[in-house]
Structure formats: C-alpha cells, structure tokens
C-alpha cells in the first residue's frame, strides 16, 4: 500500500509543484498518472520511489513512513522499487548484460545467481539474444526493453516508469505496455505517468494531475 495524506512538495524559490496530494495505491494495481507537461507527474513519482521527500504531508509505503527514513534505510527500500525513464538512462559504454547486472551489484547480491538473474530478466523483455551488443546498436523500442530489465532484475514489488513510450512508435509501444501489463498480472504495483491513457481491456486506477493538485480522483476509504 502506497498512501499520500495532504502531501505538498516546493522547490526553493517555486510555487507548490505539488499541492494537497491524498491517495490510496493498493498492491498489485496499475495505475496511470495523467496530465500535461509541468503537471507534476515526474515529482509524484520521484515523491511514491522517495528519490524526493515532501515539504509537508505525510507518505506511507508498506506502512513505513518515508519522510522519517534515515539515510541507511534508503538503499534497502529502494530496492523494492524498479525505475524506468523516458531516456533510459543507459550505460553505452557497457553492454546490454553489464546494463541490466548494475542494480545487482550496487545490491551485493550473491555472485552465483547474478547471471541467471541477468539472462532471465534479457530473457523477458526479448533481449536474451542481444547480451552481448552495446545499447547504441538497439533500436529505441528495444532500448526501453533494456531499461525494463534493468528495472525488474532486482525483483521490484512497484514498478514505476515515467511516460515510457513517449518518443516511440505504436508499434513499439504496445510491445513496452504489454510488457507492464504481464508484470502487473503477476502482482507487482505499475505505476506510469503518460499524457492519455493507452487502449487496453485492463483493470486500472487513473490519477489525473492538473496545475500540480488531483482530479477525478476516488475518494479514500
């Protein structure tokens, strides 16, 4: 469970890119964040993976209040959060395997299992063929299948991504949403901002962000 309870977030010298944020993420759902540029899509996700803390207002994650963290905590909840960006933020100085194998190392995970880990993560985005290429010899779709392993090689329980087809074509795209969708089917939390929801026949929850305050949003229970 992920909630915000009168959540406000303002940079130094900037109005409240955030204002008055409540809502409820239970487990397992998929959720689209909506909204035009500068809506303060990017700064709701950054607030849910707690890469930023709020000027006030509280977040829960697993009941663990996030704003109250010490700085030892943060690597071990941010393991539990899998980050995809719109411009991949790929190492292409290092293969598509070194690529996904980094969470792991940054993680200390045992070294027996970390190539199995590598492999079934390429493996389930369509890459396991292409371990051994440099990232700039992909295409754009196929690079943002890279950033998705990379994401899920640790074994997330949220996966977030930040308007992930924004600079590719539908074909591509429908590939990367089919993608979060099977994730999603097996019970991991998709959260993932985008300007307009995409066709598809699944259950989700939209969270529609205009001018940095929320609309059409169920109320809490």
Avoid: W
Wanted: glycine share 6%; aromatic share 8%.
């Amino acid at each position: 469970m992920i909630k915000f309870t009168n959540v406000y977030k303002r940079y130094p010298g900037e109005m409240d890119v955030l204002q008055d944020i409540s809502l409820a993420i239970n487990a397992g759902e998929l959720v689209f964040v909506t909204g035009s540029s500068g809506a303060g899509k990017s700064t709701l996700l950054k607030l849910i993976s707690a890469v930023e803390k709020p000027t006030s207002g509280t977040i829960f994650f697993e009941n663990q209040n996030l704003s109250y963290l010490k700085k030892n905590e943060m690597p071990f909840l941010r393991r539990k959060f899998g980050m995809i960006f719109q411009d991949h933020k790929l190492l292409y100085d290092r293969t598509c395997f070194d690529n996904v194998l980094l969470p792991l190392a940054i993680n200390d995970s045992d070294p027996s299992d970390i190539g199995r880990r590598v492999r079934a993560a390429l493996n389930k985005v369509g890459l396991l063929e292409k371990e051994k290429l440099m990232p700039i010899t992909l295409s754009g779709g196929e690079q943002q299948r890279l950033a998705i392993a990379r994401a899920i090689v640790s074994r997330p329980s949220v996966l977030i991504a930040d308007e992930p087809t924004a600079n590719l074509d539908r074909g591509y795209a429908d590939e990367i949403m089919n993608i979060f969708y099977s994730f999603q089917q097996v019970g991991v939390t998709v959260i993932i901002s985008s300007h307009e929801i995409p066709p598809t026949k699944m259950k989700y929850k939209e969270l529609h962000i205009s001018k940095g305050s929320l609309n059409n949003v169920p109320l809490l229970t």
